[in-house]
């Protein structure tokens, strides 16, 4: 993971750093290298605690160090941080709660067309929270269909 984040910030690749459940392999040090190396940094509310934990940083200062850090929040929507500003984007109230697999990686498709579309961090992840609450409401982790028209791209 650390090679490929070195090897796209040595080309000028523009990357989200979304740790994940690998968080917890790596120490301070080399997270706060991930970091470093980041364009963008996605965590969940447990994962931005123990990156803020393990690096000494607040979110705070973690957002000051890349172009923007979201903290999912489930149901709660998110928080953008940008240059030391948190932004809560609310969720979206789904048609029916189904199954949460994949939500996660639906929520992160959509950020990352809005990022390839170059929004602003709080629309893409809006946009991922609208996504996130059409996936909860189906079967399996990709049975979900996104009407383009209806969210309006």
């Not at 957002?63 to 948190?86: F, H, M, N, P, Q």
Request: aromatic share 8%.
């Amino acid at each position: 993971m650390l090679q490929h984040a070195e090897q796209f910030a040595a080309a000028g690749i523009p990357f989200v750093f979304d740790p994940g459940q690998g968080l917890p392999m790596f120490d301070g040090e080399a997270l706060k290298h991930f970091v470093d190396l980041a364009s963008w940094v996605v965590v969940n509310d447990y994962e931005g605690k123990m990156l803020s934990q393990r690096t000494g940083w607040s979110l705070a200062e973690i957002s000051k160090r890349v172009r923007g850090l979201v903290v999912t929040l489930a149901a709660e929507g998110c928080e953008v941080w940008i240059d030391g500003e948190r932004e809560h984007v609310p969720g979206v109230t789904p048609t029916a709660v189904v199954e949460p697999t994949g939500c996660g990686d639906a929520w992160r498709g959509a950020l990352l067309f809005g990022l390839e579309k170059e929004w602003p961090l709080a629309q893409c992840a809006a946009l991922g929270n609208r996504i996130g609450a059409l996936k909860i409401a189906q079967r399996g982790p990709q049975n979900y269909q996104v009407d383009r028209k209806a969210l309006g791209l």
